[in-house]
Nanobody, 123 residues
Framework: QVRLVESGGGLVHPGDSVRLSCAAS????????LGWFRQAPGKELEFVAT????????LYADSVKGRFAISRDNAKNTVYLQMNSLKPEDTAVYFC????????????????WGQGTQVTVTS
């Protein structure tokens, strides 16, 4: 079974950029779609971005479209979330999830999750 570990979060200022990584171990990474979700304090888990197993299809939440970019390196068993032009409302714990092959914006369709990484955007 795939195990996921997120990294790259931290404390940043509005307008800054951050790249999150989600490293997979165990199982087969190349047939997994990966998704990034986030949860702000007192709010529900929210879809951010997802990428299909082959990297060809990716989807974004409207709130991050044009600012965030998801990518994957199957040779390194890693998916990335490049976050640019960060805003205070991007503050959240960011989680990556894994599911077989195809993208989904519904967190309930991801059976495997990492532990999350905190991103705080503040001036």
């Amino acid at each position: 079974q795939v195990r996921l570990v997120e990294s790259g979060g931290g404390l940043v200022h509005p307008g800054d950029s951050v790249r999150l990584s989600c490293a997979a171990s165990g199982g087969t990474f190349n047939n997994q779609a990966l998704g990034w979700f986030r949860q702000a304090p007192g709010k529900e888990l929210e879809f951010v971005a997802t990428i299909a197993w082959n990297g060809i299809v990716s989807l974004y939440a409207d709130s991050v479209k044009g600012r965030f970019a998801i990518s994957r390196d199957n040779a390194k068993n890693t998916v990335y979330l490049q976050m640019n032009s960060l805003k205070p409302e991007d503050t959240a714990v960011y989680f990556c999830g894994s599911r077989a092959f195809y993208v989904s914006i519904d967190w309930r369709e991801y059976p495997i999750w990492g532990q999350g990484t905190q991103v705080t955007v503040t001036s």
